[in-house]
């Protein structure tokens, strides 16, 4: 089993940035495959970002591109989101999520092992 718990939400305003952290805990979480999801009011939850567990492989939204950046740090069992100009369509609870065996691609297509329980970001305009 991994346990996930992500930390770092909270309120900003536009053209902010924030970091997200997502601690891992059980399972080695240096061979596990880590992304970020988010899901805004009213709509389904979208993939974000991912790595694989070297940190060599990182793949993003076509949305986030730019923007976001997703890094690791295997010592730690962290997994950290980096947010920039943010924008008030970025408000969403943000999900950290891993995989035993899906590579960073596949994560925006299959679902994950396991999920955190998401911290919320709210941008205001």
């Known amino acids: 089993q991994v346990q996930l718990v992500e930390s770092g939400g909270g309120l900003v305003q536009a053209g902010g940035s924030l970091r997200l952290s997502c601690a891992g805990s059980g399972r080695a979480f240096n061979i596990l495959t880590m992304a970020w999801f988010r899901q805004a009011p009213g709509k389904e939850r979208e993939f974000v970002a991912a790595?694989?567990?070297?940190?060599?492989?990182?793949y993003y939204a076509d949305s986030v591109k730019g923007q976001f950046t997703i890094s690791r740090d295997n010592a730690k069992n962290t997994v950290f989101l980096q947010m920039n100009s943010l924008k008030p369509e970025d408000t969403a609870v943000y999900y950290c999520a891993a995989d035993r065996y899906k590579g960073a691609q596949a994560m925006a297509v299959g679902g994950p092992d396991y999920w955190g329980q998401g911290t919320q970001v709210t941008i205001s305009s």
């Open positions: 790595i694989n567990w070297r940190g060599s492989d990182l």
